[in-house]
């Protein structure tokens, strides 16, 4: 079974200051780990992926995330937060297994402060 | 442009009154699900179909059906709408079925309300 933890359902950050934004994974095989995004009265975007390879994934808009498998993470992150990044923030996790469908985090709004 | 449509937006219904939500996607994608998504429970899975007449249960298929008539449409149906059906519903396509490919196109959703 695969589970996914987000840490914190609401973050609030100065614009400007680094946005951390905490998920925690539980997967029984290498997992494949996403962020996505959703802001106000829209679907899903991809943010990034981490598949295989280079465990540091760059994605949109200046975010980044970090695979630790020894820790079970995939943090993401951005140096310096702008006020278009306030939205909520998905993480969730796919296996190589069965239907393949994702599992979803229950999610953590941002809130960035002028 | 690469897209997938829902259709409604919004919608409002009385219990027990049957209801449908298309889904399209030009993509030529095989790989289409649903999800609805709860306050505190992130988005879970209802349906997907991995290809045209191949269906399967996800998370949370209790009174919901879905066909794959065509590879670009997937409804869902709601033969008897119950108010837990109260929800945001998102449709999603997915480029390939590995799962590394995830579904990277959602619809912009569907919000129904079941009085």
């Known amino acids: 079974a695969q589970s996914v933890t987000q840490l914190g359902s609401h973050v609030s950050v100065s614009e400007g200051a680094l946005v951390l934004l905490r998920c925690n994974y539980s997967?029984?095989?290498?997992?494949?780990l996403f962020w996505y995004v959703q802001y106000p009265n829209q679907g899903l975007q991809l943010l990034l992926k981490?598949?295989?390879?280079?465990?540091l994934v760059k994605g949109i808009n200046g975010f980044e995330a970090e695979f630790k498998k020894s820790e079970t993470s995939f943090h993401l992150t951005k140096p310096s937060a702008h006020m278009s990044d306030a939205a909520e923030y998905f993480c969730?996790?796919?296996?190589?297994?069965?239907?393949?469908?994702?599992?979803f985090g229950s999610g953590t709004r941002l809130q960035v402060q002028p | 442009e690469a897209q997938v449509t829902q259709n409604p937006r919004y919608l409002i219904t009385v219990t027990g009154k049957k209801l449908t939500v298309t889904c399209s996607q030009n993509m030529n994608h095989e790989y289409m699900s649903w999800y609805r998504q709860d306050p505190g429970l992130g988005l879970r899975q209802i349906y997907y179909s991995m290809n045209v007449e191949v269906t399967d249960k996800g998370d949370v298929p209790e009174g919901y059906k879905v066909s794959r008539k065509e590879k670009r449409n997937f409804p869902l149906i709601l033969e008897s709408p119950s108010p837990n059906q109260t929800s945001l519903y998102f449709c999603a396509s997915r480029v390939g079925r590995g799962p590394m490919n995830t579904e990277a196109f959602f619809g912009q959703g569907t919000r129904l309300t079941v009085v």
């Open positions: 997967s029984s095989v290498p997992p494949y």
């Open positions: 969730a996790v796919s296996m190589d297994t069965g239907r393949r469908a994702l599992t």
């Open positions: 981490y598949t295989t390879g280079a465990t």
